[in-house]
């Protein structure tokens, strides 16, 4: 069974502040996508990563992929409070479109 | 395109009343995903439908929950009866075979009381 992981569960950092989110994943998979969710809001699509050394930026936000370590990051460079909400990375799971979903991280920027 | 659209937005029932949740997918799009989130299980897949038919639905709790996909712009997911703890917000997603990247509906919010 595929198992997604996200560290960390919540963050919380200043603006102007760079930190990044891990996503691992337990089985191999080129297909990785990134979500953003505001509170009370649905989910909005970020990046779509579908090769080994994939990297997608818009904006502020840059993610990667590194299917060999089962791996992707989601880089926030000099954080701004918009970016404040719960981002989710889903790994498809082989099984003809089927994504299985990390926990999420709450991101928090503080003035 | 108008994206994922669900009905209601907001459902408010009383326990052991049947609720009927409604999606229309995005035009073209033969792929369609039921989710379930909550603060205590997160983002739960329910079931999903290629083409119409339903390809697993292993994730649907009980057999109180059933879903329909009678053509290829509309699904309706039911829970009869329902019961306090099936309240959450419940998310329909659509996908073209490839990339599979799913779109979300706005979700609806539901509450039984």
């Known amino acids: 069974e595929l198992k997604v992981e996200q560290n960390p569960l919540f963050l919380s950092m200043q603006e102007g502040k760079n930190y990044t989110i891990y996503c691992n994943y337990s089985?191999?998979?080129?297909?990785l996508y990134w979500y953003r969710q505001d509170p009370g809001k649905s989910l909005e699509s970020l990046f779509v990563?579908?090769?080994?050394?994939a990297v997608k930026q818009e904006g502020r936000l840059m993610a990667s992929l590194d299917t060999k370590a089962r791996l992707s990051t989601l880089h926030i460079t000099a954080a701004v409070h918009d970016l404040s909400a719960t981002y989710f990375c889903a790994v498809d799971a082989g099984t003809a479109s089927k994504l299985t979903f990390g926990t999420g991280t709450r991101l928090q920027v503080t003035l | 395109d108008a994206g994922v659209i669900q009905s209601p937005r907001h459902e408010v029932t009383e326990m052991g009343q049947e609720v009927t949740l409604r999606c229309k997918p995005i035009s073209g799009h033969n792929s369609l995903f039921w989710y379930r989130q909550t603060m205590m299980r997160g983002l739960e897949l329910l079931i999903y439908?290629?083409?119409?038919?339903?390809?697993?639905d292993s994730g649907m709790p009980e057999d109180r929950f059933s879903a329909k996909m009678p053509n290829a712009s509309f699904s309706t997911l039911k829970i009869q009866p329902s019961e306090p703890r099936d309240s959450a917000v419940y998310f329909c997603a659509s996908s073209l075979q490839s990339p599979y990247e799913q779109y979300f509906g706005p979700g609806t919010r539901l509450t039984v009381t």
């Open positions: 990563l579908l090769s080994n050394g």
């Open positions: 439908f290629n083409n119409n038919v339903p390809i697993d």
């Open positions: 089985t191999t998979s080129d297909r």
